[in-house]
């Protein structure tokens, strides 16, 4: 035969690159390898990445425009076949005809033994899926010609596409002369071979004029004569066998089944393919796939048979009611961008559990196995999740995978998920970081049981993904990660353990080689704990010396307990308590302290009662704090402690001396407080020690002797009327409380007859003060109640003082607060009053002497709490115009159409 395609050498050998000077839309950019048949490259182009297959041109009468032709006509008949991908150009030169298709990274052959590896029910989804396209090209009059694992594309999200349409190649092959099969079909030189065993035909059928040829590899197909292809076309039963051999592989791990040996035996009867039928152990796809590569063209069925005949047997219902309509939506260019498709699934959710779980809308009954379609869902999410760039959508991802993980594998939350959720964990944006923690920490708290090759998965993965976040620089991150590090943790230990238990039980089994494999972490299950506990010390540890307060609190407010039995009771002490102690320093924050008393009953329970001599001072110190919040805390937290029996009795006897005072607290939750403390130590104490120490505390404080003091309601309905809040508050912003504490138990003592003389106070401040209060009312039982609460007062007092000092010193250090003096900014004085006439100013001044009593004690009372040298001098022209009370009383003046400007002015009149 004259035009043999390999029978002219070429004359020179050019790299595939070397073919794209004469195309401008297309950029080189790099080989996928090269046969005799096509050199294969992959180009950029404006929309995407491109496959290019050249073909050399050596025989310039080569009738290529009609096979040309036939490409184009069959891009238009499969237009509408959305699993099928056919060549999208074709362009014919001088020296190469080249074919162009969208470019898709993985066929089968590689996803196949690719991690994560494809589980029973993705396997039935891409066997579903390849019959789906088969049955769409034969619908549109379109026969395949090659199919194998390396023409059929998976996508990440596990959509199958046909592709490499083969009308151009010979459908007969010789039997005899392997050449025609190497250099067209053998692409990849794996030796497997998918034709249809009918294709094969005795070698006399062919021309004989190359069968003395010295070079036994020429083909003996002659693509310049049409006769060759005349003797038959594709038919059905072709590209059904080829399909069948591609599902037998992809079920059985990637072997294949047949090479071209076997299948020329298998034509004459001499080969079963039964030993590889059986290592496929779905008994429906191993009928299916019989049924598929029967020798016999007649008895295999059309696609669109075998997809009747598996409905509901290899092939669940749900892929053709919902997952092929609902996913093809994804295949189309409408949702190309990743963000639109984690949207339109989040919009779609609840449809989605409909269709998929039907009306078991939770969580899997336990040992039930979870292999439904939300698998095949789970693959579209997660290969969005990388591309993802808005906000919105990485939350919403998040979302989605938060409410499908509860419906989800072991193997898929930790083979699918948690990679995707440590990879947001270094996201930019710190919403995102944030959110990541939380979900990973709920995914993970569902993992019951821990699948052997991810035994490791917390030391080695899982904790040191996250481990930066600890100093993340963004507060909300970092309050996540306080929010999540103890059921991290808990989580963390229950890995652990359970993959010991494993280790046990294999030990315990006959098989002595896994019982040694065994042996080796449970020895060091000791050593892998210590790990564990130090890695998440250091964590916690960075965690509670965070400068925000508000990590802190979080810390403690979530799962504080928890971390002591990680950590077990020294450490609980050593690491967790010495920490916990220090907050009780910031003097600014009460949100703070308020939070370390809420969590120190369970720290304290775990450490056990030998805690209570080190907490002691701690809880005094909360009974005496500036904010009555934390005072409340500070009770509860004694009271949930004496419950538990914490609290040795002679310190019991000490807090109840402390507390019985604030029996007459002003504060409802504060007498509350003390009342369910002294109820519980009643219940806690024998009746001797109740009637002979506790209750000469509550003496002062009640009407009438009771008997059930174990009784809250009781002790409440005789309790005595509280102090006033406003002389409380009056005496306790005091600055002379020290003088009048000793002025009035003078009084108490007089009245008692201890004394028998009571002299009015020298100090006219004491004496000023002693006259408001009793204005205010108090009587001599305000003054019994007010000295009751006087080392109470007297603590709180100078606590506010300190805190006041702090404030003052750190001011300038504050966030949001700007202080202009220390810019060197003047402020500016504006007349914000009316200049007013003569006649008032005399009006004025006459006002001022006849209430000048009036205005010393207001001076008297009020005046120690003006701030020091804020005054300004009254400019010139301006000290008349001033209201005078208002002057003399250190009032702002403001203007009512300037109501957010405010002048200081001096307190005293020139």
Not at 592 to 606: E, H, M, Q, T
Not at 760 to 785: R, V
Not at 806 to 814: A, E, N, R, V
Not at 895 to 910: D, H, K, N, V, W
């Amino acid at each position: 035969m004259g035009n043999q395609l390999a029978g002219i050498a070429p004359s020179q050998i050019l790299s595939v690159d070397s073919y794209f000077s004469d195309i401008h839309d297309f950029e080189y950019d790099k080989s996928l390898g090269s046969t005799r048949f096509f050199k294969v490259a992959r180009a950029k182009h404006r929309e995407g990445l491109v496959v290019v297959k050249v073909f050399a041109i050596q025989d310039p009468t080569l009738p290529l425009t009609s096979y040309k032709q036939e490409l184009e006509e069959l891009k238009i008949r499969l237009h509408s076949a959305q699993n099928c991908l056919p060549f999208q150009k074709a362009t014919l030169s001088e020296k190469a005809a080249m074919l162009f298709r969208q470019y898709v990274r993985d066929n089968l052959y590689d996803r196949i033994s690719t991690r994560p590896f494809l589980n029973n029910i993705e396997k039935r989804w891409i066997a579903f899926q390849i019959l789906t396209a088969v049955d769409q090209a034969h619908k549109s009059g379109v026969r395949h010609g090659d199919i194998k694992t390396e023409n059929i594309m998976v996508t990440s999200w596990n959509w199958v596409l046909l592709t490499d349409f083969a009308s151009f190649k010979p459908t007969y092959l010789p039997e005899d002369n392997p050449a025609d099969f190497n250099y067209f079909f053998d692409t990849s030189r794996r030796r497997t071979c998918y034709i249809a065993p009918e294709r094969f035909v005795d070698g006399s059928m062919f021309a004989t004029e190359l069968e003395n040829a010295r070079d036994p590899s020429t083909p003996l197909v002659d693509l310049a004569s049409s006769n060759q292809r005349t003797r038959g076309e594709l038919k059905r039963a072709m590209d059904i066998f080829s399909a069948g051999c591609v599902i037998a592989e992809l079920f059985t791990e990637g072997v294949p089944l047949f090479d071209l040996s076997q299948l020329l035996a298998y034509r004459n009867g001499l080969f079963s393919p039964d030993q590889v039928l059986n290592k496929i152990e779905d008994r429906s796809i191993r009928e299916l796939v019989t049924q598929m590569v029967h020798r016999e063209p007649d008895k295999r069925l059309a696609a669109e048979d075998y997809l009747k005949q598996q409905r509901n047997n290899a092939f669940p219902e749900i892929f053709y009611t919902f997952l092929q309509p609902y996913m093809a939506q994804f295949a189309k260019e409408t949702f190309v961008s990743a963000d639109e498709r984690i949207l339109v699934i989040r919009k779609d959710l609840d449809n989605i559990l409909h269709n998929l779980c039907g009306h078991d809308r939770t969580e899997k009954a336990e040992g039930e196995t979870k292999e439904n379609g939300l698998v095949i869902l789970v693959s579209v999410i997660t290969s969005c999740l990388q591309t993802l760039k808005y906000c919105d959508s990485k939350l919403a991802a998040l979302e989605l995978i938060l409410h499908l993980a509860p419906r989800l594998s072991v193997e898929i939350l930790l083979d699918r998920i948690t990679p995707y959720l440590l990879h947001f964990s270094n996201d930019s944006v710190p919403r995102v970081r944030a959110e990541s923690v939380r979900t990973l920490t709920k995914v993970l708290a569902l993992v019951k049981e821990v699948p052997r090759n991810d035994i490791n998965i917390y030391p080695e993965y899982i904790l040191p993904g996250i481990a930066h976040l600890a100093q993340d620089e963004a507060t909300i991150v970092r309050l996540a990660y306080a929010e999540n590090i103890a059921l991290l943790a808990e989580t963390a230990l229950r890995f652990l353990e359970l993959v010991q238990l494993k280790n046990l039980n294999m030990e315990s089994e006959p098989n002595g080689e896994e019982m040694d494999e065994a042996s080796h972490p449970s020895d060091n299950y000791d050593t892998e704990l210590q790990a564990l506990h130090e890695m998440v010390q250091q964590k916690v540890v960075t965690l509670l010396s965070d400068p925000e307060n508000i990590v802190k609190q979080t810390l403690m407010e979530n799962g504080i307990t928890r971390l002591c039995v990680f950590f077990g009771r020294q450490k609980a002490n050593d690491v967790l308590l010495s920490h916990m102690i220090t907050f009780l320093n910031d003097k600014n924050d009460w949100h703070l302290r308020g939070a370390f008393f809420d969590s120190i009953v369970g720290v304290a329970a775990y450490v056990g009662w030998q805690s209570s001599s080190i907490l002691k001072p701690l809880l005094q110190q909360g009974l005496s704090d500036a904010e009555e919040f934390v005072i409340y805390k500070a009770l509860n937290a004694l009271t949930c402690m004496c419950q538990l029996g914490l609290l040795q009795k002679p310190h019991i006897y000490e807090f109840a001396c402390d507390i019985a005072p604030f029996l007459c607290h002003p504060n409802l939750w504060i007498r509350y407080g003390a009342v369910g403390f002294i109820t519980v130590v009643a219940q806690y104490l024998n009746i001797a020690d109740v009637y002979c120490k506790l209750m000469p505390y509550l003496h002062p404080f009640i009407t009438q002797p009771i008997i059930q003091i174990d009784k809250e309601m009781v002790l409440l309905s005789v309790l005595r009327e509280p102090v006033s809040r406003s002389i409380f508050d009056y005496v306790l912003r005091s600055k002379d409380i020290t003088s009048l504490f000793r002025h009035l138990q003078m009084r108490q003592r007089k009245r008692s007859g201890a004394l028998p003389d009571c002299p009015p106070p020298e100090d006219p401040a004491i004496a000023q003060l002693l006259k408001k209060l009793l204005s205010q009312g108090m009587t001599e039982e305000e003054e019994d109640k007010l000295l009751a609460l006087k080392d109470f007062m007297l603590k709180s007092n100078k606590a506010k003082a300190n805190i006041v000092d702090q404030s003052h010193l750190h001011d300038s250090s504050q966030k949001g607060v700007i202080d202009l003096s220390a810019l060197g900014i003047m402020g500016r004085q504006v007349d914000l009053v009316k200049t007013k006439q003569e006649p008032d100013d005399k009006r004025a001044r006459k006002h001022i002497k006849q209430d000048s009593n009036v205005n010393e004690e207001w001076k008297s009372m009020f005046g120690s709490l003006e701030p020091p040298n804020i005054s300004q001098p009254i400019p010139k022209g301006h000290g008349q115009a001033a209201d005078p009370e208002a002057i003399q009383a250190g009032k702002p003046l403001r203007s009512e159409s300037s109501a957010g400007i405010c002048t200081t002015l001096s307190s005293s009149p020139q």
